[in-house]
């Protein structure tokens, strides 16, 4: 079975330090990736998402980049965080576009707090 | 760009009764449409999908209906329990690209 995990859970970071989140998928290959962030009490905004190593597509416009290294790991940086970029960081995967399942799979998140 | 706009942003409701919850989408091009629930500090689980070519779809007290024409569709939660709580979201995809596009989610309390 498939797993995806993210970490660190939790990050307090000061503001103006960089960042680096990382997320690795087990049990497929060739997935999709991708990384939104959820502002308190609010919805999902997708990042980033990647359909193989080194394709990165960027949906909004930041101080933030992602990179994929390897196949399954997905990493999210910054050179200096800004306070509005508190939030909670979510990793998903799924299947080959065109596959038979459209089915995306969130880990468990990252709680960031720039203070 | 598809837009899905999703109501209401909290519902109350009673252990045993009913919740609905409705999604609205503009592209018709969006073919999958997935229901997530994620409960506080956790990451949204998907709970249940509807493709296009469906009306309808159930999962025990869990069910999704899908009106093409009208470009909405909704989760309907029957005999709510206290552990129903939390917030879920809508979203619709089209498989070109599969990114999905979410709504603003639905804090949904069931008071025992």
């Known amino acids: 079975s498939q797993t995806i995990h993210q970490w660190p859970a939790t990050l307090v970071q000061p503001v103006g330090s960089p960042l680096s989140l990382e997320c690795t998928v087990e049990g497929t290959s060739n997935p999709n990736l991708y990384w939104y962030r959820q502002a308190a009490g609010r919805g999902l905004q997708l990042l980033f998402y990647s359909v193989g190593i080194g394709q990165i597509s960027s949906e909004v416009p930041q101080n933030l980049s992602a990179s994929r290294p390897q196949d399954r790991q997905f990493i999210l940086s910054s050179k200096k965080l800004l306070l509005s970029d508190s939030g909670f960081y979510l990793c998903a995967w799924s299947p080959l576009a065109g596959g038979r399942y459209n089915e995306q799979f969130f880990g468990p998140g990252t709680r960031l707090t720039v203070l | 760009g598809e837009n899905v706009e999703q109501h209401p942003s909290t519902l109350s409701v009673q252990e045993g009764d009913s919740a609905v919850i409705k999604c609205t989408y503009s592209?018709?091009?969006?073919?999958?449409f997935p229901w997530y629930k994620q409960e506080l500090g956790k990451g949204p689980q998907l709970i249940i999908d509807i493709r296009s070519n469906v009306g309808e779809k159930k999962d025990q007290r869990i069910a999704v209906t899908l009106n093409k024409t009208a470009k909405h569709f909704s989760l309907h939660i029957t005999e709510t329990q206290p552990e129903d709580s939390a917030v879920y979201f809508c979203a619709a995809s089209m498989n070109t690209g599969n990114q999905f596009y979410f709504g603003t989610g639905t804090s949904l309390t069931v008071i025992p």
């Open positions: 592209d018709s091009a969006s073919n999958y």
